[in-house]
């Protein structure tokens, strides 16, 4: 039991895992191809901070070797992405949307520009709407954010 307090707390979308984060992360995004096939979107988007600042407090995640360079934490039960870490890095990032209050990290840097979807720039001016106006009838399952 650390006797740090915890800044920010997250998990995965089951609720199997879920950890503490001890410092203040630094948000990014990632547009490389591998960071897209890793979460299934047209980017990644991670708080990188010291990976001793990193607390499992429930369940631990499945890890796949993504490259000769890194690994990647996902929850078994439910798939949720949650962690790159470089083998060697002193560092982790855990994956924004993972965070109970994701808004705490505002993204700073992008990476894998290469990658970057030709559309990415006009994501703002698309119409937007609330989640309720497309559910009506939406029974969410999912873990509660803390």
């Given at each position: 039991?650390?006797?740090?307090?915890?800044?920010?707390?997250?998990?995965?979308?089951?609720?199997?895992?879920?950890?503490?984060?001890?410092?203040?992360?630094?948000?990014?995004?990632?547009?490389?191809?591998?960071?897209?096939?890793?979460?299934?979107?047209?980017?990644?988007?991670?708080?990188?901070?010291?990976?001793?600042?990193?607390?499992?407090?429930?369940?631990?995640?499945?890890?796949?070797?993504?490259?000769?360079?890194?690994?990647?934490?996902?929850?078994?039960?439910?798939?949720?992405?949650?962690?790159?870490?470089?083998?060697?890095?002193?560092?982790?990032?855990?994956?924004?949307?993972?965070?109970?209050?994701?808004?705490?990290?505002?993204?700073?840097?992008?990476?894998?520009?290469?990658?970057?979807?030709?559309?990415?720039?006009?994501?703002?001016?698309?119409?937007?709407?609330?989640?309720?106006?497309?559910?009506?009838?939406?029974?969410?399952?999912?873990?509660?954010?803390k």
């Open positions: 039991m650390s006797d740090r307090t915890p800044l920010l707390t997250g998990g995965c979308q089951c609720g199997a895992i879920r950890y503490t984060l001890y410092s203040q992360p630094r948000g990014t995004i990632c547009h490389c191809r591998m960071c897209q096939k890793a979460v299934g979107g047209p980017f990644a988007a991670f708080a990188s901070l010291p990976a001793e600042d990193l607390a499992w407090t429930s369940g631990r995640p499945a890890i796949f070797r993504s490259s000769s360079l890194a690994e990647r934490g996902f929850c078994p039960a439910c798939g949720t992405p949650l962690t790159y870490a470089g083998l060697d890095a002193t560092t982790i990032d855990v994956t924004i949307g993972s965070l109970d209050t994701p808004a705490a990290v505002p993204p700073q840097d992008q990476y894998g520009a290469e990658g970057t979807l030709p559309w990415f720039a006009t994501l703002t001016t698309l119409p937007a709407r609330e989640t309720e106006a497309k559910y009506a009838r939406l029974a969410n399952y999912q873990h509660p954010d």
